[in-house]
């Protein structure tokens, strides 16, 4: 069977010209479906079984697959330079993509690069099938009859494409400790996964919670994509949520893997997010005010930076509760502040999300973008939204721990604005 590689990024990236996080693993579905259905083997270098780095399988297949598909959306830079490589080991059968708002870098105006249209969590079920369909047509036209794609090759033509002897001489077969090999199959079921796997794996047990097992597989990746954002942050997430040893532990745990993606300058809204809700879990175990303040801080950049409605409801509860804070201090200036100042953050809040409602296809994520609309309609006052929010809320068919988080916060937010007009008298 012949083969196909795909060179992209996978989960969930940020693309820093314009801020917007596109999750790549949903346009690789897209992307494998095509392939697969002009019957090629379809491969993503997270997918190659492989021990040490991914170097070796990676450019074997650069220089053997029959087809390679080269995803550059969010300019993905170890994509850019992959396919680049590629151009200058094989003269034909080179498809470029990338999402919609990719502009082309100056020395890449004269590539083809078909185009698709990402909604950030996902691409929409229309242009998924549009996207399969201009994809199994042109693989099937390129294998047909291959035709020169590469710029070296165009601008040198005589120049020879590299051969190795033996292709399958540098794969290296995956191999483990027995340690990690006890625990990886213990919870996975199977003995060499591929990154992939492990990741997709390590997500499942986040969404079902169980966070020590979503740790011990995200560390295996993270050994596979030590530099990867999404890797990191997602074990970040796995490490303080684990509460192993012991809460603090944990959490001073996932503040060591956060400094690696330098949160004190970092405009990437999930980077953000998680540097403030560990503050504000450091916050709560030692209450130093240090570390309310920090977790504020991460939130209202990671909201005014991208308009991130995720940090921009967490930072308004949190200047509620500074607030709060203030007036047992006796500090009633900053606590008026930081009250006048959560209510416009909500209206900002409410003003960015809104929109984004009539795009948003993916169950999980239209239901918290509700959740965060009804939280933010009742830290605003607003009756009538609080009553259409909580409704819609309600209708949608999601875990019940996902409803049961969304009465809990509001909860929360009841008594603690009840909390401040107690005590401002």
Same mark, same amino acid.
């Not at 492989?50 to 399988?57: A, C, E, L, Q």
């Not at 996932?254 to 997010?273: D, F, H, R, V």
């Not at 960015?352 to 830290?379: C, K, Q």
């Given at each position: 069977? &012949?083969?196909?590689?795909?060179?992209?990024?996978?989960?969930?990236?940020?693309?820093?010209?314009?801020?917007?996080?596109?999750?790549?693993?949903?346009?690789?579905?897209?992307?494998?479906?095509?392939?697969?259905?002009?019957?090629?083997?379809? %491969?993503?270098?997270?997918?190659?079984?492989?021990?040490?780095?991914?170097?070796?399988?990676?450019?074997?297949?650069?220089?053997? @697959?029959?087809?390679?598909?080269?995803?550059?959306?969010?300019?993905?830079?170890?994509?850019?330079?992959?396919?680049?490589?590629?151009?200058?080991?094989?003269?034909?059968?080179?498809?470029?993509?990338?999402?919609?708002?990719?502009?082309?870098?100056?020395?890449?105006?004269?590539?083809?690069?078909?185009?698709?249209?990402?909604?950030?969590?996902?691409?929409?079920?229309?242009?998924?099938?549009?996207?399969?369909?201009?994809?199994?047509?042109?693989?099937?036209?390129?294998?047909?009859?291959?035709?020169?794609?590469?710029?070296?090759?165009?601008?040198?033509?005589?120049?020879?494409?590299?051969?190795?002897?033996? $292709?399958?001489?540098?794969?290296?077969?995956?191999?483990?400790?027995?340690?990690?090999?006890?625990? %990886?199959?213990?919870?996975?079921?199977?003995?060499?996964?591929?990154?992939?796997?492990?990741?997709?794996?390590?997500?499942?047990?986040?969404?079902?919670?169980?966070?020590?097992?979503?740790?011990?597989?995200?560390?295996?990746?993270? &050994?596979?994509?030590?530099?990867?954002?999404?890797?990191?942050?997602?074990?970040?997430?796995?490490?303080?949520?684990? &509460?192993?040893?012991?809460?603090?532990?944990?959490?001073?745990?996932?503040?060591?893997?956060?400094?690696?993606?330098?949160?004190?300058?970092?405009?990437?809204?999930?980077?953000?997010?998680?540097?403030?809700?560990?503050?504000? !879990?450091? =916050?709560?175990?030692?209450?130093? $005010?240090?570390?309310?303040?920090?977790?504020?801080?991460?939130?209202?950049?990671?909201?005014?930076? &991208?308009?991130?409605?995720?940090?921009?409801?967490?930072?308004?509860?949190?200047?509620?509760? !500074?607030?709060?804070?203030?007036?047992?201090?006796?500090?009633?200036?900053?606590?008026?502040?930081?009250?006048?100042?959560? !209510?416009?953050?909500?209206?900002? %809040?409410?003003?960015?999300?809104?929109?984004?409602?009539?795009?948003?296809?993916?169950?999980?994520?239209?239901?918290?973008?509700?959740?965060?609309?009804?939280?933010?309609?009742?830290?605003?006052?607003?009756? @009538?939204?609080?009553?259409?929010?909580?409704?819609?809320?309600?209708?949608?068919?999601?875990?019940? =721990?996902?409803?049961?988080? !969304?009465?809990?916060? @509001?909860?929360?937010?009841?008594?603690?604005?009840?909390?401040?007009?107690?005590?401002?008298?």
């Amino acid at each position: 069977m &012949k083969t196909c590689f795909v060179v992209q990024g996978f989960g969930k990236k940020t693309d820093y010209t314009d801020g917007r996080v596109l999750d790549l693993d949903a346009s690789y579905e897209v992307i494998k479906e095509a392939v697969e259905s002009a019957e090629l083997e379809c %491969v993503r270098a997270d997918e190659i079984i492989h021990s040490g780095t991914i170097d070796v399988p990676m450019y074997e297949r650069l220089l053997n @697959a029959d087809l390679v598909i080269a995803d550059l959306s969010t300019y993905n830079v170890n994509a850019a330079f992959e396919l680049g490589v590629r151009y200058a080991l094989r003269p034909y059968t080179t498809i470029v993509l990338a999402e919609e708002h990719f502009k082309n870098p100056f020395d890449m105006g004269h590539i083809v690069i078909r185009r698709y249209q990402h909604l950030g969590g996902e691409v929409g079920f229309r242009e998924a099938k549009r996207l399969m369909a201009e994809l199994k047509k042109a693989i099937n036209a390129i294998l047909d009859n291959p035709v020169t794609d590469s710029p070296v090759y165009t601008y040198i033509p005589h120049l020879q494409w590299p051969l190795i002897q033996n $292709p399958a001489a540098g794969q290296e077969a995956a191999s483990k400790s027995p340690a990690r090999a006890a625990a %990886v199959t213990e919870i996975t079921g199977e003995d060499n996964p591929s990154a992939k796997f492990l990741l997709d794996s390590a997500l499942e047990k986040i969404n079902a919670n169980d966070f020590m097992a979503a740790r011990i597989l995200m560390e295996e990746v993270r &050994k596979l994509r030590p530099k990867d954002s999404f890797v990191l942050q997602q074990l970040a997430l796995a490490t303080y949520k684990s &509460k192993q040893p012991t809460d603090l532990e944990a959490l001073q745990n996932a503040y060591k893997i956060m400094q690696e993606l330098k949160p004190a300058t970092s405009n990437n809204p999930e980077t953000l997010g998680l540097w403030g809700a560990i503050h504000k !879990r450091l =916050w709560e175990l030692t209450p130093d $005010p240090g570390y309310l303040n920090e977790s504020i801080s991460a939130y209202e950049r990671g909201f005014y930076l &991208k308009q991130d409605y995720y940090n921009g409801i967490n930072l308004a509860y949190l200047l509620n509760l !500074r607030a709060v804070q203030s007036l047992k201090n006796g500090i009633k200036d900053e606590a008026v502040t930081d009250f006048v100042l959560a !209510r416009r953050v909500r209206r900002d %809040v409410i003003r960015y999300a809104t929109p984004l409602l009539d795009s948003m296809e993916d169950v999980s994520n239209r239901y918290w973008l509700i959740a965060t609309l009804y939280e933010a309609a009742i830290g605003v006052g607003d009756e @009538a939204a609080i009553v259409n929010w909580e409704n819609k809320a309600k209708e949608m068919k999601v875990a019940d =721990w996902m409803q049961e988080t !969304r009465i809990n916060q @509001a909860d929360k937010l009841k008594k603690l604005m009840q909390e401040y007009k107690d005590l401002s008298g």
